[in-house]
């Protein structure tokens, strides 16, 4: 007898359920709390890992799914490329985009305080955001980007920076590339 991991109860015949990404084996009374997760057969074990699209793999696996088909069409799975995840997809906001708004606001002759109004924002929103206290978040970002007509996002990352202009002829860095001695 097996012992179910939500409600203690003793069960002959524990099912694996996942409940928000934990798989758990539970009895029949707690299988509505979770999907039910298909337990692969002993001859298909070793399909685990491989890249042929075997149905016990992909059910296995649908959570990533998602991810890896809008990693940009490759999917041989090779341990040379890693997973995409949320953060490959957003922009990065640029380090001077405090002076950016203060200038565009400037620019077009507007108080802090009217530039608040226009965007229907409060005004310590706008002090802060100029100040460099606080980021914008995207809708605000959004709202400053196109009133203002300014881009406030990093332009190609770190490529300008004069401290990175090293690293090795395959375009990686090292940790010789970066660090400066003191001797």
Same mark, same amino acid.
């Given at each position: ?39 692969? =057969?002993?001859?298909? !074990? +070793? %399909?685990?890992?491989?890249? $042929? &699209?075997?149905? #016990? @793999? /992909?059910?296995? *696996?649908?959570? =990533?799914?998602?991810? !890896? +088909? %809008?990693?940009?069409?490759? $999917? &041989?799975?090779? #341990? @040379? /490329?890693?997973? *995409? ?99």
């Amino acid at each position: 007898m097996v012992q179910c991991e939500m409600c203690g109860d003793e069960t002959s015949s524990p099912k694996t359920i996942k409940v928000e990404g934990a798989k758990l084996d539970v009895c029949s009374n707690c299988t509505d709390f979770g999907t039910e997760v298909k337990q692969p =057969s002993s001859s298909s !074990s +070793s %399909s685990k890992y491989s890249t $042929s &699209s075997s149905s #016990s @793999s /992909s059910s296995s *696996s649908s959570g =990533s799914a998602g991810q !890896s +088909s %809008s990693s940009g069409g490759t $999917s &041989s799975g090779g #341990s @040379s /490329s890693r997973p *995409s995840d949320m953060f490959d997809d957003m922009d990065e906001l640029a380090t001077d985009y405090d002076d950016r708004v203060r200038k565009a606001r400037e620019k077009k002759g507007l108080s802090q305080s009217d530039l608040a109004n226009e965007l229907n924002e409060k005004a310590s929103l706008i002090r802060k955001i100029e100040r460099g206290d606080t980021l914008p978040s995207d809708r605000v970002q959004s709202k400053l980007e196109n009133f203002l007509e300014i881009n406030l996002n990093a332009e190609g990352g770190s490529t300008d920076d004069p401290e990175w202009s090293g690293g090795s002829s395959s375009g990686s860095y090292t940790l010789g590339d970066v660090v400066k001695r003191k001797d």
